[in-house]
Nanobody
Framework: QVQLIESGGGLVQAGGSLRLSCAAS????????MGWFRQAPGKEREFVAT????????YYADSVKGRFSISRDNPKNTVYLQMNSLKPEDTAVYYC????????????????????WGQGTQVTVSS
């Protein structure tokens, strides 16, 4: 079983920064992509960013472009999400996800494309 362990969430003021990390461990799996989703209270889980493991192709939700940056460390099986210029509307539980299936750019922005999920880490941005 693959486990994804997130860290780095917390409370920050608007305009501040946070860096989330997600480390994959457990059964060896050929990872195609790892990404981040978030879910605010009363809202559906939404795509934030994703990166393909071999080629490093990166895709962002429009709402975070220019503010968030996703990166990976292949030897450590870890993906990062650097979040800058945070806004109160970024407040949510952030989930790390991974897939071993070759998937299109469009499909990677949907939760159903991912096989493995972390437990989530809370990010709260105060105004």
């Amino acid at each position: 079983q693959v486990q994804l362990i997130e860290s780095g969430g917390g409370l920050v003021q608007a305009g501040g920064s946070l860096r989330l990390s997600c480390a994959a461990s457990g059964r060896a799996v050929s990872t195609y992509a790892m990404g981040w989703f978030r879910q605010a209270p009363g809202k559906e889980r939404e795509f934030v960013a994703t990166i393909t493991w071999s080629y490093g192709n990166i895709y962002y939700a429009d709402s975070v472009k220019g503010r968030f940056s996703i990166s990976r460390d292949n030897p450590k099986n870890t993906v990062y999400l650097q979040m800058n210029s945070l806004k109160p509307e970024d407040t949510a539980v952030y989930y790390c996800a991974a897939t071993s299936r070759t998937t299109s750019r469009v499909s990677l922005q949907g939760a159903v494309a991912y096989d493995y999920w972390g437990q989530g880490t809370q990010v709260t941005v105060s105004s």
